[in-house]
């Protein structure tokens, strides 16, 4: 679904403007929230393979009542995840041997995955 209920003027006196930029209004897209027993299975699939692609993503979609597009970007979404409990891992353990690793993760680090970073499900 989509939510305009951040747009000013969306009626007879104007063009929409949004509440941000004071520019046109754009589309909002509402974020998914996924049943229990749908991200029990996706995760499932996760630990199988980290990468779902093709006619696999296809049958999960329509296994979980999902569109192609919400399993693809959950798989996204959750690479990236995985990526940063890996490097917070391995930064406690180096810590453990008195290797000094600095505070926070660099975001250069993750510039490199910046292919999977999807901010918006749909």
Request: hydrophobic share 35%; proline share 3%.
């Amino acid at each position: 679904g989509l939510d305009l209920s951040h747009c000013v003027g969306t009626s007879s006196l104007g063009p929409a403007v949004s509440w941000r930029s004071g520019g046109p209004c754009k589309m909002k897209r509402v974020r998914t929230v996924f049943k229990p027993e749908q991200l029990e299975r996706l995760e499932q699939e996760f630990l199988k393979q980290q990468y779902m692609v093709g006619t696999e993503r296809v049958d999960l979609a329509a296994t979980l009542h999902l569109t192609e597009t919400q399993v693809k970007v959950w798989f996204q979404n959750r690479r990236i995840k995985w990526r940063k409990q890996s490097m917070e891992q391995k930064a406690a353990k180096l810590s453990q041997f008195g290797v000094m690793q600095p505070a926070t993760v660099d975001s250069a680090d993750i510039k490199d995955h910046e292919e999977d970073t999807v901010d918006v499900e749909l």
